[in-house]
């Protein structure tokens, strides 16, 4: 278990945030995770980083924090949160964050105290936020157990069990085996998904149409000049990076204005806290006009409401229904997982990487191409068994992009 741990936190440095020496890493992690974050940090001391700086967070201060602080307190955020964050991000520091939290730690709280929460969040942290979507610095977002998820993945089995089971499935995902070669491996991942971004930039769709036995029925207008992108980003030094890990997706952006027609979820969503399930969205000339969702359907409206551009969408990614982590048949309620097993959409912001000459553009150049923004970002899973995705080229061809679940070029 400790070499593969060791494997893992190495990964997670090394070819996550590819941290260099003289670099300094700010690495956000749960308490519970302090072992694991310990490694991650003397893998960063291993490769010559300048000082490991942490942001501890958890789960449970958090909930206190929502149910009983001052309700005033959700429309600030103190200047050494600032500088914490924006200057770290400014002086070209790389980012490490695990994403490991209970999915209903905030059950029962008012909605409206965490929109205020992210608005104010939104706003103070612009430039740190700026910095990550337009990979102006090396980030990575990678994930470790801890018991009360654990215990939601594997319901009625020992919090033990559900711990090693939890453990096994991610570094499943991750291509951690214990051996020491997972960078070897995940740099034929890389390239494998590569392959098939090319593919699709080649092709140069105008707009994808998605349907399947749910009820989706959604054309998507890809903006002229889309970039399709995958695992491997790269800072404007040079500095490559994976922001995802596990990452499975090729993604893209697509025309702010141009997404129209009913999408339903494929599977549950975990956002703010609460779980989301059994949703659909009404999309016109762009924007969520209208929501139903069997539960959380109020925190998925506080969610996509949070500011202007949150109604409209931001990303389009494209994940095989036959792929690894799909394949391992286990609902995560974690994003990070959950996304790559499935096709999903995100709405909110648009990555700039994702136009060609995007991340050299102002906030208006990018809205005028068509490249949406918003403090927001919300991934939620669409992909089943039976999807199609027909796309349609610049010079009017058809082309089937998915057939039954997978890629069909
Ligand atoms: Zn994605
Ligand atoms: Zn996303």
């Not at 694991?36 to 789960?59: H, I, K, N, P, Q």
């Not at 291509?175 to 991942?189: F, S, Y």
């Not at 998925?300 to 391992?328: C, H, M, R, W």
């Not at 490249?371 to 080229?393: K, Y």
Request: hydrophobic share 40%; net charge negative.
């Amino acid at each position: 278990m400790e070499a593969k741990l060791q494997e893992y936190a190495r990964l997670l440095v090394a070819v996550g945030c590819n941290v260099q020496r003289g670099q300094t890493l700010v690495l956000a992690a749960p308490v519970e995770c302090a072992h694991f974050a310990r490694l991650c940090a003397s893998a960063a001391y291993d490769l010559g980083a300048r000082e490991v700086v942490t942001s501890w967070g958890d789960d449970f201060l958090a909930r206190e924090r929502y149910l009983r602080a001052d309700g005033a307190v959700f429309d600030e955020v103190p200047e050494w949160r600032r500088r914490f964050y924006n200057d770290y991000a400014t002086q070209g520091a790389a980012y490490l964050a695990i994403s490991a939290t209970d999915p209903e730690t905030f059950r029962g709280v008012e909605p409206d105290r965490i929109v205020r929460a992210q608005q104010a969040g939104g706003t103070a942290l612009e430039p740190f936020y700026h910095a990550q979507m337009n990979n102006e610095m090396p980030w990575c977002i990678g994930s470790v157990p801890i018991p009360s998820w654990a215990k939601k993945v594997f319901p009625g089995v020992p919090e033990d069990e559900a711990m090693r089971r939890l453990w096994d499935a991610i570094f499943a995902t991750v291509r951690v085996t214990g051996d020491g070669a997972a960078v070897e491996r995940w740099r034929e991942h890389l390239d494998t998904l590569e392959a098939r971004r090319s593919k699709l930039n080649e092709l140069r769709f105008k707009r994808l149409h998605y349907t399947n036995a749910l009820g989706t029925d959604l054309t998507v207008e890809l903006p002229e000049g889309h970039l399709w992108s995958s695992g491997r980003s790269v800072t404007p030094k040079g500095q490559a990076f994976v922001a995802n890990m596990p990452t499975e997706e090729v993604f893209t952006a697509p025309h702010r204005l141009g997404v129209n027609g009913i999408v339903y979820a494929a599977l549950p969503l975990v956002e703010s806290g609460n779980v989301i399930d059994g949703f659909r969205f009404v999309v016109k000339d762009g924007r969520i006009v209208e929501s139903r969702a069997e539960k959380g359907g109020e925190f998925l409206k506080a969610a996509y409401t949070v500011d202007e551009g949150a109604s409209y969408f931001g990303e389009v990614a494209l994940v095989p229904y036959d792929s690894p982590i799909s394949n391992q048949g286990i609902l995560y309620y974690n994003t990070l997982f959950d996304e790559n097993a499935r096709c999903h959409l995100a709405f909110g912001e648009a990555y700039p990487e994702c136009l060609e000459g995007g991340v050299a553009m102002t906030r208006e150049e990018l809205k005028e191409r068509g490249l949406n923004w918003s403090i927001q970002h919300v991934d939620f899973m669409i992909g089943t068994r039976d999807l199609s995705i027909v796309g349609t080229t610049r010079d009017g061809r058809e082309i089937p992009v998915f057939v039954n679940g997978n890629f069909a070029i």
